[in-house]
């Protein structure tokens, strides 16, 4: 049916299932069922309820099967449970209480070796990947506190590669290849997605006789396109 695990644990909250007080207390799951709306209901002896009616939700047993299983959490699930078990088994009561206790005290410990060691190295992989995703986010964060925060006006493309020390013709090519910026009419431009999303004001003007454009990153262009070319630094370094 399941481990000899009776209790999970979701992310918030302890739970614990119909069909694993049966199993604790050694009963058909119908009969506990039962013994929930009924104590849950007391429709017949016209009594407030016992004990409050938890979720019914549907989950699959060892054959793959759809069954329906009460879900007790929180504080009033868990006293709720008492009342369940101790009508149908009062011996068990005080079993119940003990693994209440360990599942909250986050003593779950992994019940054979090779579950210890699939949950080694899931928290491995897991402690790789937090700092990979600092290491990445680590050289914008020391770009914009030590530029944006100080300034906040739009900049041009030659300020904004001086900002980050990057050679004009590594940057431009950073921006074609990223879709960032692409050339028009001899002057480099946005794409319009990122002008509409606040990254990027493009300011006419006129020189003599030419109109022109030029555009210009805003203090948010200047920090998103930070984390993009801090990113593509470490991909080259690697």
Known sequence: MRTNELLSKT????????????????????????????????????QPPVIQLPPLVEVKNHLGQTVLEYIFSGQQGERDSYVVVAQLSPEFTAKLVDEWKRLKNGNSIPQTY???????????????QQ???LA???PKVEFVDKYVAADSGSKGFRQVAKLLK???????????????????GGEWMPYQHHTEAGRFEVK??????HA??????????VSWIAGLWAQHQLEVAA
């Open 136 to 138: 990445l986010a680590a």
């Open 131 to 133: 700092a990979a995703q």
């Open 114 to 128: 090779a579950t210890a060691l699939l949950e080694a190295g899931r928290l491995a992989q897991l402690a790789e």
């Open 204 to 209: 006419a003007g006129v020189a003599g006789e």
């Open 166 to 184: 990057a050679s004009e013709r590594d940057f431009r090519e950073f921006l074609n290849t990223k879709k960032v910026m692409y050339k028009l």
């Open 11 to 46: 992310a918030n909250n302890a739970t614990m299932s119909s069909q694993q007080i049966a199993e604790l207390v050694g009963s058909r799951h119908d009969s506990v069922k039962r013994a929930i709306e009924r104590l849950g209901t007391q429709r017949k002896l016209k």
């Open 212 to 221: 022109f454009n030029q555009a210009m990153f805003t203090a948010k262009g």
